[in-house]
């Protein structure tokens, strides 16, 4: 119940004249509700978690005429308004100091306002105007810059702005607050983090990363009315690099450096041309033929980004619908080729397609092929 005893009442599902009682009449009627009490309301519990930040119990009885209660304690009310301002004051002065690194510049979009960048950090609010906080904080996120937003957030489009090169971490709750992202960001390309016992308050969280190279803004296209989610960005460090391959029956190179021309295979007359420059002088691991069908172990140091190659056509092995449903990104290498020059079938080059994943830790990364294939990985940083 509102104890002021005036209309401000909850407007959402289960409110005075939400559709939902007309649809669960027997609900209705074992409450017990009169929708005449001013100031007395239901809603559902998930609605109650998040939008109210305390719970406080107060032994008093309740006047049921409207206004009596405001009247009895608005001159206290009107008293703690100038300590209420100075704490905002102060939380302001601590926003202005507390901005993350820098690697996201800010939000906007879905009817609300974003708050400024803050760093990231087990046990910070998830909006400064809420009591909601941040529980079981995935490593990863720790020391970037994190944006929330005012509640509610509407359907429509948000826009992240940010500086390049940066991987951006999106958060939201599971279940109907969701905005639809579980369905929007992995169809373009986020991976999904783990993140075990990631909450805000209650309310369980998932977590999808994505690395931005270049561009200054990506916006998401959040379908449902009301979504509980925020970013934290990270410069995209790549001081790790690929270390060893292993499966598919066959022996794995060692690691050697990329470059224009060189061979594909140290065994067979097929090399690399017009490599992208992403990949030049970063680290190579390619395999004997033929790779079979099977589990292709790729071992690597963090934090790294790793490039998969493999050829389009007979010899891609699956190995394409595995990545993109798997939050890797295909880079535009439309020249990329497979050269063999005097075998018959070549031609002037088969062409390659490419993936890149940033990993910001882990070790190791697996990926099941169907059937023989011609594929390899790179490592943008290299000591070599």
């Not at 309740?62 to 009247?71: I, V």
Request: net charge negative; charged share 20%; aromatic share 12%.
């Amino acid at each position: 119940r509102n104890p002021w005893g005036n209309d401000s009442e909850w407007n959402g599902p289960w409110s005075d004249r939400s559709p939902e009682w007309k649809a669960n009449p027997s609900i209705s009627e074992a409450l017990n509700v009169d929708f005449q009490t001013e100031g007395s309301f239901w809603m559902d519990f998930e609605d109650w978690l998040y939008v109210m930040g305390q719970l406080k119990v107060m032994n008093c009885k309740m006047p049921s005429r409207r206004g009596d209660f405001h009247n009895q304690i608005v001159e206290e009310d009107e008293d703690k308004q100038e300590d209420v301002q100075e704490d905002v004051q102060e939380d302001a002065a601590d926003e202005d100091e507390d901005e993350g690194s820098g690697t996201i510049k800010g939000c906007s979009g879905l009817g609300i306002d974003w708050h400024r960048p803050r760093t990231m950090a087990e046990g910070i609010l998830l909006y400064p105007d809420k009591d909601y906080t941040f529980q079981n904080v995935p490593p990863v996120l720790f020391g970037g810059a994190y944006i929330g937003s005012h509640c509610w957030p509407k359907a429509g489009t948000w826009t992240i702005e940010y500086q390049a090169p940066v991987k951006l971490y999106v958060w939201a709750t599971q279940g109907k607050y969701s905005g639809g992202l579980e369905d929007v960001l992995p169809a373009d390309g986020w991976a999904v983090e783990a993140a075990d016992g990631f909450c805000g308050g209650a309310m369980a969280l998932t977590l999808w990363s994505r690395h931005f190279t270049t561009g200054s803004s990506y916006r998401i296209r959040v379908s449902s009315d009301t979504m509980v989610a925020g970013v934290v960005g990270k410069q995209l460090e790549c001081s790790g690099k690929v270390t060893g391959c292993s499966g598919l029956g066959v022996a794995w190179n060692p690691p050697r450096g990329m470059a224009e021309g060189i061979l594909i295979y140290t065994d067979k007359d097929y090399t690399f041309r017009n490599v992208p420059a992403c990949l030049t002088s970063g680290t190579y691991i390619g395999s004997h033929c033929w790779p079979k069908a099977g589990t292709w172990t790729i071992e690597y140091e963090a934090p790294t980004m790793l490039y998969v190659w493999v050829q389009q056509g007979a010899y891609n092995a699956g190995v394409d619908e595995v990545l993109k449903a798997d939050g890797w990104l295909l880079e535009d290498a439309k020249d990329f080729l497979n050269v063999a020059l005097g075998l018959d079938g070549f031609g002037s080059g088969l062409p390659l397609t490419l993936w890149s994943r940033h990993f910001a830790s882990g070790s190791s990364y697996s990926i099941e092929t169907k059937d023989l294939m011609i594929g390899g990985v790179i490592s943008e940083c290299s000591d070599l």
